[in-house]
DNA sequence: AGAGTGGGCCTTTTT
DNA sequence: GGCCCACTCT
């Protein structure tokens, strides 16, 4: 049965919907119904005799492309999986993988995420010559990110380092010398970060043309989600692609920017007319999400931000009840009120997982986790901390890693640095006399690529000597043809050999982490390639994960605790948005700049637009803040902002 | 003297 | 959980 397109979509929609072949920008603001017009755009080009693994979906997260794929497929029969759709990260790595030595790279790279980043980059400032001692120099937490922004924005590292970073201004010299060694060492560890897999892919582009023909004439229409958050690199792999035909339609909202910090180019948005001329625009501004209370101050708020498109969202839904500004007494009655308002809106009938609290640190949720667990209230939280990035998960992938790369040095270094007298000094001398033994070894043993660390025992410090062979012997198992392609089998055989006593010895919540670690085996079981298994663990995002979860868990019963970033995309009947105080939110490091202060203002948009029925603004009046006592603490001046006709203020109460 | 380990303190947002 | 600093071991 065909779609009835004029049925199923209004008027703008369905415009956008069938726009005419060729660039095309969707203004598209919260709740208007974005998620909706790509999917039926997705069909429509499907319909006019696009085949489906011609089409190109970039999206924010791999789940979004996923929802979108499948709700494609309940449109019009279809194997969704034909299509080519994921994150920029996650396509980009999918190209790499084939063509990676035409770059120089074996198609094994591995995947560095922003830690193991931070690791190379700390271990190449001494290997730089430079006494971080005499002045002070930056971290590699500091330096990643500049590293990262310089490429990301297209800019030199002086620029950055100018423009953002001005006190180090005098160790620019410095500062490009362990860049410079940073880029060689990631090349002989055969290992990209995640920026590496964005520029590579444009530098593979620019510096191959052919196969950048190959993959314009493959991909006949390319459509890209949340544009306004890409940044200069992926802006100009959208180019590439469309370059000999232009079908590209990219959708996305203005108002909703917040990634500028990592790079994100506004601009890209903004000037989409001009880099594209000819460019349709369309408008899709019916809010079909909130209240017109909620909405009247969302745009409010963000009508006092200059750089945008002038857009009139309007409500669609019948009235509801006016937000609510809630000045707590301090930090445990906000907890205490959230979680007793939770209670209370449940019995009246909302369901947990129609609730959300949002905040703009993770560390905002630490009492309200503490308050929650008291109370029996179950949440789910996507914390700081990603999935991968814990502890025990990154421990057990180390040995997996190792064992398909064994040029990974930062798998080597997390695996050594575990053992007795072991720390950075000595599995950086042990790294470096692997790699000088790697060539004898070789001869002497062609068929045993880990012989080599048999021979290095002797360079173990003697309290680690027991652990050092079980970790050769472990290695070199993990390592044969028949099993090195078995994820789920590395995983299994690295903690029988020890890394479960380890986690025993270790952890007081040894049981959940194994529980993890099962999973985690399980996980791996459906993959025929290790590379393809930690690819998409390196890729995967927050969100991603929680969709594993809650398939497997019940997701009716829970409250949803997130950073506001991370509910971007999002919705729910019942927000709270907690921690309003300035300085909190906004950020006080945020707002040194007016960009910055504005980019502060489109996240509290975001934040208040998740909700579709009831709003309610917290914040805690006074703070314990560790040795000088209690502080006070003003409202965010986004609530300041706002007339008092668009709210309704409540009593701070004192008990809960 | 160099390296490893343990205690106290802080925490912006993320592929 | 990570960083810095002080303490201890080789």
Redesign the pocket.
Known sequence: MPIDYAKELNEQQLAAVQAEPGPVLVIAGAGSGKTRTLTYRVAYLLEQGVSPDRLLLLT??NKAAREMLGRVGLLMPLDSSLIWGG????VANRLLRRHASMLGYQSNYAIM???DA?DVI?ACIPAAGIQVKDKRFP???VLV?IF?LAVNTGRSIDEVVRQQYAHFSEQIESIRAVQQHYVKRKKLNNSMD??DLLSNLLCLFKSHPDVADVYGRQFQSVLVDEYQDTNRVQSEIVDCFVKGHRNVMVVGDDAQS??S??GANFANIMDFPKRYAGAKVFKIEFNYRSTPQILDLANHSISANVRQFAKNLAAVKPGGLKPRIMPAMNTSTQAAFVAAQLLELRDQGIPLAGMAVLY????HS?ELQMELTRRNIPFDI?S???FFE???IKDVTAYVKLAINPMDEMAFRRIVLRM????????AKLWGKRVDLRETAAAQFPDQPMACLKLLAGDA?KPARDEWNRFAMLMQQLAAPSVVNKPAELIRLAMEAGYEDYLKSQYENYASRREDLDQLALYAQRFEKTEDFLADLA?M???DVDAGRSMSESPDEVVRLS?V??AKGQEFRVVFVIWLADGAFP?A??IESID?EE?ERR?FYVAVTRAKDELYLVYPQLRLS??YGDAFQRPSRFLKELPAHLYEKMETGEEY
């Open positions: 924010f997260t994150t920029f990260h996650s995420d922003r830690d931070r700390n971290k590699g937490d990110e990262s995640y920026d917040i990634y910090w990592r703009r640190s993770h560390f630490m996507t700081g901390l990603r814990q502890a025990h007795p007298k072991v720390g950075g000094a000595t599995a410090p890729l995002t927050e969100v950073t970033h991370q950020n490091r945020a910055g980019e996240l560790g040795n």
